[in-house]
């Protein structure tokens, strides 16, 4: 078989580490390849394709079981688009509530800023404000937990 493709041209291809190649097969998101005589995965178009419509929805911040859903959903292609529709608008909610903690986080770093007057690390108001988190304005808990 001239040029196949193998694991290292599929991640050049689709721009995704081997490691994260594996690990789809792995829990079911990308089909196991064909092996070659000499036990080396052999991928065909459609692994490039499939990897793409994954790494474009992990790039749009789609969970993993979304993803899935999607999948499967693309592998039906008469059946309605409701679902799909369905997913995107969660996918935008949950965008638009991480934009609104974000907008808080900044609100909060900027008051922490201007507040600290600089000089010595033991009057530094950022310092304190991390140390103390009772002295923070906005509710920003859940941001990175």
Do not use: W
Request: proline fraction near 4%.
């Amino acid at each position: 078989m001239p040029n196949p493709l193998t694991i290292g041209r599929v991640a050049k291809a689709t721009g995704c580490k081997v490691q994260t190649i594996r690990y789809y097969e792995q829990i079911g998101m990308l089909p196991s390849p064909d092996c070659s005589a000499g036990n080396q995965r052999i991928y065909e178009p459609a692994h490039i394709d499939r990897l793409i419509f994954v790494r474009h929805a992990r790039e749009l911040g789609f969970p993993l079981n979304a993803i899935r859903d999607l999948l499967s959903l693309a592998d039906e292609l008469d059946q309605s688009c409701e679902a799909a529709d369905a997913i995107a608008r969660e996918q935008l909610v949950e965008v638009e509530r991480r934009i609104e903690r974000l907008r808080s986080l900044k609100t909060e770093l900027r008051r922490m800023i201007r507040q600290c007057k600089g000089g010595r690390i033991a009057d530094c108001y950022v310092i304190e404000v991390l140390n103390d988190h009772t002295q923070c304005v906005s509710n920003h808990r859940e941001v990175g937990a």
